[in-house]
């Protein structure tokens, strides 16, 4: 599958590949994390989230990974489809109120 | 479909004019955020309401106000607008306070001429 190891902006894989979307957040007293995935025109869409007593978290095709450590957020997208063709932000919530949204990455996927 | 529901959905106004956009959260939730995304600064939150009550601040500028009414819609107001207020501000909903999944309306595209 395609990964990325830093934030990059861009991420272009195949059909079926998996695909690894990175992020790193900013501050060690977030809690609650998010991945959402936003289409041309519409709002960010919920995937999943995750909360700082776990470090993975599993959903349909998406696993969150989350290393405290080093401050490391990944989504995993299992078995890429053209319709996961988006762009995907990471957010933290660091006192269980606003969402601090990281720089999105525009995943596009190929048939 | 989120279940929050933002209108207009866009809006085009010039300099110096005042706006008001409006959000209905998902049925059932009480707290409202509202966010303005540009392409220069990304998502960027701005105000949160829950049951009525200002709950927490961002980035909000003073020209820019919100409240959330008794029946738990928000309306958020923009005056004396400039070029740079030009962006898509998203509402968003979430059952209680926080550390929940947020769910986003689709936008309100705000346009100054």
């Known amino acids: ?111 | 479909d989120s279940g929050v529901t933002q209108t207009p959905k866009h809006l085009i106004t010039a300099t110096g004019q005042r706006v008001t956009l409006r959000c209905s959260p998902r049925s059932g939730d009480l707290s409202v955020y509202w966010y303005q995304q540009s392409l220069d600064q990304g998502l960027q939150f701005l105000i949160q309401y829950y049951n009525g009550e200002e709950r927490a601040k961002g980035n909000i500028l003073e020209r820019f106000s919100a409240q959330q009414f008794p029946d738990l819609h928000s309306e958020l107001n923009l005056s004396s607008l400039e070029l740079g207020d030009s962006a898509l501000y998203f509402c968003a909903s979430s059952v209680g306070r926080g550390n929940q999944p947020q769910h986003f309306g689709d936008g309100t595209r705000l346009s100054i001429l």
């Not at chain 1, 299992?78 to 957010?91: H, I, K, M």
């Open chain 1, 1 to 111: 599958g395609e990964s990325v190891g830093l934030h990059l902006p861009t991420l272009s894989v195949q059909e079926g590949d998996n695909s690894i979307i990175n992020c790193a957040y900013s501050n060690s007293a977030s809690d609650y994390f998010i991945w959402y995935k936003q289409e041309s025109g519409k709002g960010p869409q919920f995937i999943i989230d995750i909360r700082s007593n776990m470090d993975k978290r599993q959903g349909q095709r998406v696993t969150v990974l989350l290393n405290k450590t080093v401050k490391h957020l990944s989504l995993q997208i299992a078995a890429t489809q053209p319709g996961d063709s988006a762009v995907y932000f990471c957010a933290e919530s660091p006192a269980g109120t606003a969402l601090i949204f990281g720089k999105g990455t525009t995943l596009s996927v190929s048939s």
